[in-house]
């Protein structure tokens, strides 16, 4: 049924989650598949495990604090990569699956290890994940969001960045680049000694 149901997710976003849609997908009756899953919230709950099982944390716990969070937060943007229209719909539900959490147990194990606190361990990991899944919808959308054609006497800066883009990929001109830099600006700051709360 979670498989069904993030095909359907894939295809038309969050309202591929109804049950209806799933129902009619499986061939059955809206009401059986509650002999299955209590509410919508433990479907949502079942996709988000299976997209989940894909990030790989054991590099938190087996090498270095920033060798683990490239190796984490690279499986995590390549689990979610063929996914992104889940990504709305899963922020709008808590987690409890039980393989999110012990990913997030080796998040927090390997970032106490190296000195941060308890109170600041779920700040840290929402700035990378707030960095990963946005690289992920990045990705999803057009090659280059961006165009300033026909003004660059106006923004010449800009607009000799952006011709550069000429000699890049042109399925993915910006965003792993993007995410490659964004990623190693995150880890340069991430031990608590380069922490300012202010």
Do not use: C, K
């Amino acid at each position: 049924m979670a498989r069904t149901a993030l095909g359907l997710i894939d295809r038309d976003g969050s309202d591929g989650a109804s049950v209806r849609r799933i129902a009619a997908n499986l061939g059955v009756n809206p009401t059986s598949l509650y002999n299955h899953v209590p509410n919508r919230a433990a479907i949502i709950e079942d996709v988000r495990a299976i997209v989940s099982a894909n990030i790989d944390s054991r590099p938190l716990r087996e090498t270095s604090w920033e060798n683990g969070l490239r190796t984490w937060a690279r499986s995590y943007r390549s689990a979610f990569a063929g996914h992104p229209r889940a990504i709305p719909l899963l922020m709008t539900t808590r987690s409890s699956t039980p393989v999110l959490m012990a990913q997030y147990e080796d998040f927090a194990v390997a970032a106490e290890a190296v000195g941060w606190t308890s109170t600041q361990v779920l700040p840290l990991l929402t700035a990378f994940e707030s960095f990963i899944l946005g690289s992920v919808l990045d990705m999803s959308g057009p090659a280059v969001v961006f165009d300033p054609t026909g003004q660059e006497e106006q923004f010449p800066r800009f607009a000799a960045a952006f011709s550069s883009l000429e000699h890049e990929d042109p399925n993915d001109p910006v965003a792993s680049r993007a995410f490659e830099l964004g990623l190693a600006m995150l880890i340069s700051s991430a031990r608590p000694e380069h922490y300012d709360a202010r």
